[in-house]
């Protein structure tokens, strides 16, 4: 067994880490149940979803759509993006996600034209234990008028010292190779450092990008996504609940470096991590990325 105390390198925020197993996880498997339901994201149901704000078409067809969330946390504020027309398609699935993150684009610019907002969230959450409630693929865009905790913690952090952090993380991290999953030419595919989930992987951009509304390599970082989310999935079990988040300053903060976080749900936080906001994690993040490497090594030799 192994415990230590790390501090994530962009907040300070601790987390424990205590691995107590030496062999794989046990595959996750997510109860699906029937649905019922006729599926208001699917092509045929657009009369059951409020009308639409923005569309990429592929000839007369749309491949992803953008509509507001019925359920809104902050009405008018709030976007659905159907990711793909097609019901079971996970991200790693869908062959034009370099469209989805050209929509996260659009839709952040469109919000931040609005004088009331302070920060656009975008998030994706796959399956029912990371919150997603209609199983077809979509992301979410919701904007806010307010800064929120990490962005605020990660700002202090900046400020404090004066310095790119997260160049100097990338640097620390390719130098010492223990927790790198894969390398492109603009990003880099890292298990985090201290991380908030088992098996929480950053992919960040090489050079220092402040907000995602700058960012321009997409089919790049479709790609990378999709290796990324085949591998977890690969180890972890097919139907794999996992949360995709944007961690991206607002266009008017260039002192930051944005990056996407993927965050397997496969464990729950419990009364202590409620109580003190710290996180207990169960594997550590050089053995996921030893235990991923392999996979990854198998796959590719069996292709
Ligand atoms: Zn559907």
């Given amino acids: 067994m192994s415990f230590f105390i790390r501090e994530d390198p962009l907040t300070d925020d601790r987390c424990i880490i205590a691995s107590v197993r030496k062999k794989r996880p046990q595959i996750f498997r997510e109860v699906v149940e029937e649905e019922p339901f006729q599926c208001p994201f699917c092509p045929g149901n657009e009369a059951l979803t409020p009308s639409e704000l923005f569309a990429i078409r592929d000839g007369k067809s749309w491949i992803v759509r953008v509509i507001p969330n019925k359920f809104s946390a902050i009405p008018n504020m709030h976007d659905v993006v159907v990711d793909s027309p097609f019901h079971t398609d996970d991200l790693d699935a869908i062959e034009h996600f370099d469209k989805v993150l050209e929509t996260y684009k659009e839709r952040m610019i469109h919000y931040y034209n609005s004088d009331s907002v302070r920060y656009v969230s975008v998030f994706r959450n796959r399956g029912k234990t990371a919150g997603a409630s209609i199983p077809h693929p979509h992301s979410q865009v919701l904007a806010l008028p307010f800064y929120p905790k990490r ?3 990660e700002k202090e952090k900046y400020e404090r010292e004066n310095k790119n952090i997260m160049e100097e993380l990338i640097k620390k991290e390719l130098d010492l190779q223990e927790r790198v999953l894969s390398v492109s030419r603009h990003f880099c595919v890292l298990m985090a450092y201290a991380p908030s989930t088992p098996y929480e992987v950053w992919i960040v951009p090489k ?13 790049e970082l479709a790609g990378l996504l999709k290796e990324t989310v085949s591998l977890l999935k690969a180890y972890l079990g097919e139907s794999l609940p996992y949360n995709l988040t944007l961690q991206s300053a607002p266009p008017w903060d260039r002192d930051y470096h944005y990056y996407i976080r993927i965050m397997p749900r496969i464990s729950v936080f419990g009364g202590f991590e409620l109580e003190t906001e710290n996180i207990i994690v169960s594997v550590a993040p050089e053995e996921a990325a030893a235990e991923l490497r392999t996979v990854k090594y198998t796959m590719r030799t069996e292709t």
């Fill in 207 to 219: 050079e220092k990008i402040s907000s995602f509304i700058y960012e321009e390599n997409f089919s």
């Fill in 151 to 153: 962005y605020i913690r």
